[in-house]
């Protein structure tokens, strides 16, 4: 069983960084499409972010702004969010994905972690 937990999340100003983190355990993240989806208040859940070997895809408005990575030597996935914006606020999930598929669609995604909350001041 694969275990996420997702840690980094705070309250920061317009213009503001954060860095996430999303600890695995059971399975390698380097043997998973590793997501990033967040979820704000009274909003769909929607893709942020996804890596898996050698590729990572983006959602277009946060594509300039964010970088998603992997440490395979701690097994651990990270989302740097820098420039933020008020409405990058949301609960932030981690996903794991068995397959390499590299997809947006949040049905595709096996394990999910807590969540961490971001909030951006403006």
């Known amino acids: 069983q694969v275990q996420l937990v997702e840690s980094g999340g705070g309250l920061v100003q317009t213009g503001g960084s954060l860095r996430l983190s999303c600890a695995a355990s059971?399975?390698?993240?380097?043997?998973?499409?590793m997501g990033w989806f967040r979820q704000a208040p009274g909003a769909e859940r929607e893709f942020v972010s996804a890596i898996r070997v050698g590729e990572m895809t983006y959602l277009d408005s946060v594509k300039d702004r964010f970088t998603i990575s992997r440490d395979n030597t701690k097994n651990t996935v990270y989302l740097q969010m820098n420039s933020l914006k008020p409405e990058d606020t949301a609960v932030y999930y981690c996903?794991?994905?068995?397959?390499?598929?590299?997809?947006?669609?949040?049905?595709?995604?096996?394990?999910w972690g807590q969540g961490t909350q971001v909030t951006v001041s403006s």
């Open positions: 059971g399975r390698t993240v380097s043997s998973m499409t």
């Open positions: 996903a794991a994905d068995r397959s390499l598929s590299l997809s947006r669609f949040e049905s595709r995604y096996d394990y």
